[in-house]
Each structure stands twice: as C-alpha cells, then as structure tokens.
C-alpha cells in the first residue's frame, strides 16, 4: 500500500488566492482527518470525515476554510481567500477506527506570503 | 479543559544511556492514550494506543505505560535511530476531538 498520499508537497502563494490540498486515503480506510501543525500550536484537528460524511469541523478556524470529500478515495482542503497566518503544515490522516491509530500522509507545507 | 501537556521539551542522550519521556492529561474521561513518532518532513507515525490505567505496550526499544493522569515512554538503550519528535495523544470519552501534546524532541548522541 502506498499509504496516505498528499499533494503538493509544498506550495507558496501569495495573500488572497486560493489555495487546494489534496488527499488520497489508504483503501479501506473509513475515517479521513485533516490536521494543521505549527510550532506555535503543535497538531490541531480542523475537520474529519466517516464514510465520506463531514462528521466535526469544529477545529476549522473560519469560513475561509472548505473541506470536502466526493468520494471514498480523495479529499480537498480548500482556503479561499488565504492569509499569512495559514501558513503551516497540513496533514491528512485516515483510519479504519475512530481511535488513533491513524496513519499520517507526509503533509502539504504552505507558505502564504 | 481538557489538556495535554509533554516533558521535557527537548531531551539529548547517549547512545545506550535509557530515560523516560512524560506525557501529563487532564481528560473528564479517558477513551485511549497514543504515542507517535515524528521525523523531520514527515507525518507522525503511530507507536502504541494505551486503553486503561496498568496497560503497558513495548515495541523494540520503546515501552509505554500509563496510570491515570499520566504515560511514560521509556526508552531502554536508545540508538541514534531512534532520534525523532515524539507525541502523545489522548481522546475523551466524550465528544469528538482528539488532542495532541507539542512533543518532545528526542536527540541520541553516537
């Protein structure tokens, strides 16, 4: 299994675009997270998906932020317009369970100058 | 609040020289307890889930225990390898959110 592929793996914008991450869970994977990491605030969950359906978004910071997940195999975090202070790494995860046992894709490194 | 809070921040060993990292919650309930490890550029990897008070894993070099307010992670002869950031998780039995400690930073000297 290739495990939990994200794309790109960097991206830098500038303040104002609009931003899309990408997200391949492992086959068989019921549950997909989205997390952001800085070294401010260590790992946050912004929004989690079972079976495809938004389940909490509660850690999605504003409306600026989308996350949708058309089907079993792939995911978008979208940030429409972006702002310096997104600046971080995005993680997606997936999992067959609820509990933590996730495995992690290598993360998108955004940079919004 | 639910809280969790890693120790240290940053620790630096000999090849071989053993310690423990610390990893403190404060949860209305305890639903598991996780340990991933981290290297640079990379997602976190996940180490052990820990369900109850007395439960201890052991991967390798690496035995994670816990007791009600807190898990250690040992770490017996450590190898340059082993040098990553490691985090500690928990879930509330309540609830949907799920939350990570800042890490610690684990650095082992040849």
């Known amino acids: 299994d290739a495990g939990v592929i994200q794309s790109p793996r960097h991206e830098v914008t500038e303040m104002g675009q609009e931003v899309t991450l990408r997200c391949k869970p492992i086959?068989?994977?019921?549950?997909l997270f989205w997390y952001r990491q800085t070294m401010m605030r260590g790992l946050e969950l912004l929004i989690y998906f079972n079976n495809n359906v938004p389940i909490d978004d509660s850690g999605m910071p504003e409306d600026r932020f989308s996350a949708k997940m058309p089907n079993a195999s792939f995911s978008t975090l979208k940030i429409q317009p972006s702002e310096p202070r997104d600046s971080a790494v995005y993680f997606c995860?997936?999992?067959?369970?609820?509990?933590?046992?996730?495995?992690f894709g290598s993360g998108t490194r955004l940079t919004v100058v | 609040e639910d809280q969790v809070t890693q120790s240290p921040e940053a620790l630096r060993l000999q090849e071989g020289e053993s310690s423990s990292l610390n990893c403190s919650y404060t949860?209305?309930?305890?639903?598991?307890l996780f340990w991933y490890r981290q290297d640079p550029g990379k997602g976190p990897e996940f180490l052990f889930t820990?369900?109850?008070a007395g439960e201890e894993k052991e991967k390798e070099r690496l035995k994670a225990t816990l007791t009600k307010k807190e898990s250690f992670l040992h770490i017996t002869a450590p190898k340059p390898e082993d040098s990553a950031t490691y985090l500690c998780?928990?879930?509330?039995?309540?609830?949907?959110?799920?939350?990570f400690g800042t890490g610690t930073s684990l650095t082992v000297i040849p």
């Open positions: 820990l369900y109850s």
């Open positions: 086959s068989g994977h019921d549950y």
């Open positions: 949860v209305s309930g305890l639903r598991g």
């Open positions: 995860a997936s999992s067959r369970l609820r509990g933590g046992g996730y495995t």
């Open positions: 998780a928990v879930e509330p039995n309540t609830g949907n959110q799920f939350y």
